[in-house]
């Protein structure tokens, strides 16, 4: 079998912190803060823009936060947001940049010469599985056919994905074709600047299939503009009771992605205590609940040294699989 722990790990990491982690008294009414900008780091329509704005809108909605602002920052597989907000510390005080497990991988590989140790760990929030999907039109209706697909002709069957070669998406099509025991570096990979131009390419015929965030693919497949042939959860997923999962069809593989919050560099400690506070409080908001099960999210929350513990531990085994699939 085929499994990222670390996706384990993080949900019973999540519940240790959940369980476990203080915050300062909360300020009088369900008020935290009067505003917070979100940066993300690649284009609209991924799943990093899809968190951020989530995010923002339960924060809102709930009253934790005033106003929330979004900025996309585009660039580097992700790396442009990242040294946008080092080199620029002591204006971003106010600024919240979205992540995932890209972070870790990006940094492996070189993409970018910072890590997540080189910014402000505030909080992990969710995870999101990983999804398969092919377009409405597509003759492919499962992952038994796409598997005959890539048999028949490798090279005309490519993948696509929101992440530079190497990267997360790439990663996750290596591990379930190498759990369904095809050859993970034969895949013919195309890489997208974020999901949104992955699921256009995808629709417009470019690539057979695209491995991304399932949440990215739900509202497309509620649509009717593509199936999702396969999900990397244990079990079904309430958001899309009928995606079957890659373990169900015989592809003995599971993958949860984390998505959480980084400031700046020598953010002060009582602003770092206010956003995970704001974070802390959201869970218990139905408008929080709203927002993560239409997009089919785990709550998984790891906060402050928990955060940099899972992560630490996360370099570690992506990094030797990595090494195992040949991308390092």
Same mark, same amino acid.
């Given at each position: 079998?085929?499994?990222?722990?670390?996706?384990?790990?993080?949900?019973?990491?999540? !519940?240790? /912190?959940?369980? @476990?982690? #203080?915050? *300062?008294?909360?300020? %009088?009414?369900?008020?935290?803060?009067?505003?917070?900008?979100?940066?993300?780091?690649?284009?609209?329509?991924?799943?990093?823009?899809?968190?951020?704005?989530?995010?923002?809108?339960?924060?809102?909605?709930?009253?934790?936060?005033?106003?929330?602002?979004?900025?996309?920052?585009?660039?580097?597989?992700?790396?442009?947001?990242?040294?946008?907000?080092?080199?620029?510390?002591?204006?971003?005080?106010?600024?919240?940049?979205?992540?995932?497990?890209?972070?870790?991988?990006?940094?492996?590989?070189?993409?970018?010469?910072?890590?997540?140790?080189?910014?402000?760990?505030?909080?992990?929030?969710?995870?999101?599985?990983?999804?398969?999907?092919?377009?409405?039109?597509?003759?492919?209706?499962?992952?038994?056919?796409?598997?005959?697909?890539?048999?028949?002709?490798?090279? !005309?069957? /490519?993948?696509? @994905?929101? #992440?530079? *070669?190497?990267?997360? %998406?790439?990663?996750?099509?290596?591990?379930?074709?190498?759990?369904?025991?095809?050859?993970?570096?034969?895949?013919?990979?195309?890489?997208?600047?974020?999901?949104?131009?992955?699921?256009?390419?995808?629709?417009?015929?470019?690539?057979?299939?695209?491995?991304?965030?399932?949440?990215?693919?739900?509202?497309?497949?509620?649509?009717?503009?593509?199936?999702?042939?396969?999900?990397?959860?244990?079990?079904?997923?309430?958001?899309?009771?009928?995606?079957m999962t890659m373990k169900e069809q015989g592809i003995d593989t599971t993958f949860v992605n984390w998505r959480g919050f980084f400031g700046a560099?020598?953010?002060?400690?009582?602003?770092?205590?206010?956003?995970?506070?704001?974070?802390?409080?959201?869970?218990?908001?139905?408008?929080?609940?709203?927002?993560?099960?239409?997009?089919?999210?785990?709550?998984?929350?790891?906060?402050?040294?928990d955060f940099r513990t899972f992560l630490e531990e996360q370099e570690k085994v992506i990094g030797d699989l990595m090494k195992k699939l040949g991308?390092?």
């Amino acid at each position: 079998m085929t499994t990222f722990k670390f996706g384990r790990r993080a949900l019973i990491a999540g !519940a240790v /912190a959940a369980m @476990g982690f #203080s915050t *300062p008294a909360l300020a %009088d009414g369900q008020k935290v803060l009067d505003s917070l900008h979100f940066l993300i780091p690649g284009g609209a329509g991924g799943g990093w823009d899809g968190t951020a704005r989530g995010t923002g809108e339960a924060l809102t909605k709930s009253g934790i936060v005033g106003t929330a602002s979004y900025e996309n920052m585009s660039g580097g597989g992700g790396g442009k947001a990242i040294g946008y907000m080092i080199e620029n510390a002591d204006s971003q005080h106010g600024t919240l940049m979205v992540n995932s497990t890209p972070i870790v991988i990006r940094s492996l590989t070189g993409v970018f010469p910072h890590n997540f140790r080189d910014l402000t760990l505030v909080a992990g929030t969710i995870g999101d599985y990983a999804a398969m999907v092919v377009g409405k039109d597509s003759s492919i209706n499962s992952m038994a056919d796409l598997m005959a697909a890539y048999d028949a002709d490798p090279r !005309a069957t /490519a993948i696509g @994905g929101g #992440s530079v *070669p190497g990267g997360m %998406d790439h990663l996750v099509a290596a591990m379930v074709m190498e759990a369904a025991g095809k050859d993970a570096l034969g895949v013919k990979y195309i890489p997208y600047d974020a999901g949104g131009k992955a699921m256009a390419a995808l629709l417009s015929g470019e690539i057979a299939a695209l491995s991304t965030g399932f949440s990215e693919a739900v509202d497309l497949a509620k649509a009717g503009e593509v199936k999702i042939i396969g999900v990397t959860s244990a079990d079904r997923v309430a958001a899309a009771p009928d995606a079957m999962t890659m373990k169900e069809q015989g592809i003995d593989t599971t993958f949860v992605n984390w998505r959480g919050f980084f400031g700046a560099p020598g953010l002060p400690a009582d602003k770092l205590a206010m956003y995970q506070e704001a974070l802390t409080k959201m869970y218990d908001t139905p408008e929080w609940e709203e927002v993560r099960a239409r997009n089919g999210w785990v709550n998984i929350h790891n906060s402050g040294d928990d955060f940099r513990t899972f992560l630490e531990e996360q370099e570690k085994v992506i990094g030797d699989l990595m090494k195992k699939l040949g991308f390092l």
